[in-house]
């Protein structure tokens, strides 16, 4: 966990420093996703919010960072209670836009914390749509999770949702701009 909180300040302070020209923006918003596979079978529905930061590229490119927590609704399987499934994760990506659409690709880590911890390496394409300050992600998250602790012994956590990101503010602005 050490080497992905410098990971993540190291990349955050690059945006930072190459900032000088272009605009880093953040913003947060509400998560509602639905867990599908086996993953699916064991949890229901999820809640959360995330905090994003994007960071233009070129006129049609950004690259974003993604953190976030989630919580699922516990399912029973044959009489048997699963808990909350708790899960905090880290993404980052880059969009390709066409005018206010955009389609996404993001990989990151993501813990499931309930009666056993898994975690794993997340693969996140996404589409959405930039609308004023708010950003609609559909977003199909897979992670291939340690353990194998799922119904039929699978570690494999897909995810299928929706965030409304609303854009806060701009961190540096600048009036050169693509």
């Known amino acids: 966990m050490k080497k992905l909180s410098l990971i993540i300040c190291s990349i955050f302070f690059v945006f930072i ?6 605009i880093l923006s953040y913003g947060i918003g509400p998560v509602a996703s639905f867990p599908v596979g086996d993953f699916g079978n064991a949890a229901g529905v999820g ?4 905090i994003h930061v994007d960071y233009p590229l070129t006129k049609h490119f950004e690259a974003f960072g993604q953190g976030g927590f989630q919580s699922f609704i516990g399912k029973s399987i044959a009489g048997v209670s699963n808990s909350t499934v708790s899960a905090p994760s880290f993404i980052f990506g880059t969009r390709y836009y066409i005018n206010n659409f955009h389609v996404g690709l993001g990989i990151g880590y993501t813990s499931f914390i309930r009666k056993y911890d898994e975690d794993g390496v997340s693969l996140s394409p996404q589409v959405g749509i930039r609308i004023s300050n708010f950003n609609l992600i559909a977003h199909y998250t897979l ?9 039929g012994g699978s570690n494999h956590y897909n995810i299928i949702g929706l965030k409304l990101i609303y854009k806060l503010s701009n961190i540096f602005e600048n009036s050169k701009m693509y």
Do not use: H
């Open 47 to 50: 809640f959360g919010g995330e």
């Open 143 to 151: 992670t291939n999770a340690s353990g194998g602790n799922l119904p």
């Open 17 to 22: 420093v190459n900032a000088q020209t272009k």
